[in-house]
């Protein structure tokens, strides 16, 4: 599986961006997405899991800024980022997995090369 991400750029505090990452291989409406982020010197972290089926699942810090989606048809997923913020700076990963019964998020080895994010202050 191959995922590219596309969408980042350099936007203003309060500005929106949209990513999407498109796969393309062995990819099933079954699986799982993901966003995810890193800074300069900091872990990886996970902001966004949309499921195949429930809800969806945000890190606190972009609830009720950033909303995930998927299209299964074109075996894309969104990430839509409004009132962006300076913390929000980051490179962000697309990532494709599956989540246990009780929602659990377990990504598969597949890692873009991601795309930058800066909000400038």
């Known amino acids: 599986v191959q995922l590219q991400a596309s969408g980042g750029g350099l936007v203003q505090t309060g500005g929106s961006l949209r990513l999407s990452c498109a796969a393309s291989?062995?990819?099933?409406?079954?699986?799982?997405w993901a966003w995810y982020r890193q800074a300069p010197g900091t872990p990886r972290e996970r902001v966004a899991v949309?499921?195949?089926?429930?809800?969806?699942n945000y890190e606190d810090s972009v609830k009720g800024r950033f909303t995930i989606s998927r299209d299964n048809a074109k075996n894309t997923v969104y990430l839509q980022m409004n009132s962006l913020k300076p913390e929000d700076t980051a490179v962000y990963y697309c990532?494709?997995?599956?989540?246990?019964?009780?929602?659990?998020?377990?990504?598969?080895?597949?890692w873009g090369q991601g795309t930058e994010v800066t909000v400038s202050s």
């Open positions: 949309i499921p195949s089926v429930g809800s969806t």
């Open positions: 990532s494709i997995g599956r989540t246990s019964p009780i929602g659990s998020y377990y990504p598969y080895n597949y």
């Open positions: 291989g062995r990819v099933s409406s079954d699986n799982a």
